[in-house]
């Protein structure tokens, strides 16, 4: 159970355009989804955490306006990044939290390889 | 931020035991310390997790020392599909974010 889906695994786009990430909780409600961005050979780094039915919360140094995160469902967030440029290109990973339990409650969508050419 | 220290790598032979420790010396009394593990270009994979025991599931087995400033994660007999970068993490029960450090990546060699 618990499973994360994210979507597209990966995508190519040509700069300036915006590209849309889904990323699905398949057999449960998620209230919280998280967003993180990983560089080749760089660990993960939290973006933003995306709430149901409330703006997201952005860490500090990340674009609100160019990271769009869409939370209006339980079981649907999506980044969207908008004008999106050569150093954009990364591995976006969704997270979400499920349930009461705090411990095993996080569970990771397989990530999205963001091209921008 | 992260708060843990872990060796940027490590190699282990297969079916050895792999031992991957982590410092975490300023640990709250009310963090947890969690292991998640990610293989090449994909999400990164729950472990395990402890507060103050030593814990063991079918994966791996944390122990984690009595003054809880460091533990180490152990998978008792490596396999080439362990091959992954490992990261330590401290968190609250309670607290939301997770947030990664720069990990340990294992290499397990035939």
């Known amino acids: 159970g618990a499973v994360v889906s994210q979507h597209p695994s990966w995508v190519i786009c040509k700069s300036g355009t915006s590209v849309k990430i889904e990323c699905r909780s398949l057999?449960?409600?998620?209230?919280?989804m998280f967003w993180y961005r990983q560089f080749p050979k760089q660990s993960l780094m939290l973006m933003a955490t995306?709430?149901?039915?409330?703006?997201?919360?952005?860490e500090q140094g990340v674009e609100k306006d160019k990271f769009l995160i869409n939370h209006a469902s339980l079981t649907l967030s999506t980044l969207t990044v908008t004008s999106a440029h050569p150093e954009d290109s990364s591995f976006y990973i969704c997270s979400a939290r499920f349930g009461r339990t705090v411990h095993y409650g996080y569970t990771f969508g397989s990530g999205t390889r963001l091209t921008v050419v | 931020d992260a708060k843990t220290t872990q060796p940027p790598s490590m190699d282990c032979a297969e079916g050895r035991a792999a031992n991957l420790p982590c410092n975490h010396s300023?640990?709250?009394?009310?963090?947890?310390v969690y292991w998640y593990r990610q293989i090449h270009s994909q999400g990164p994979q729950y472990i395990i997790h402890g507060l103050k025991n030593n814990e063991t599931n079918e994966m791996a087995s944390l122990i984690i020392t009595e003054d809880r400033k460091s533990s180490t994660l152990i998978l008792p007999h490596a396999t080439l599909r362990d091959t992954a970068v490992y990261y330590c993490?401290?968190?609250?029960?309670?607290?939301?974010?997770?947030?990664f450090g720069t990990g340990t990546s294992l290499t397990v060699i035939p």
């Open positions: 300023t640990i709250s009394g009310n963090e947890y």
């Open positions: 995306s709430n149901e039915g409330s703006k997201a919360t952005y």
């Open positions: 993490i401290v968190r609250v029960a309670t607290g939301n974010q997770f947030y």
């Open positions: 057999d449960f409600q998620a209230t919280t």
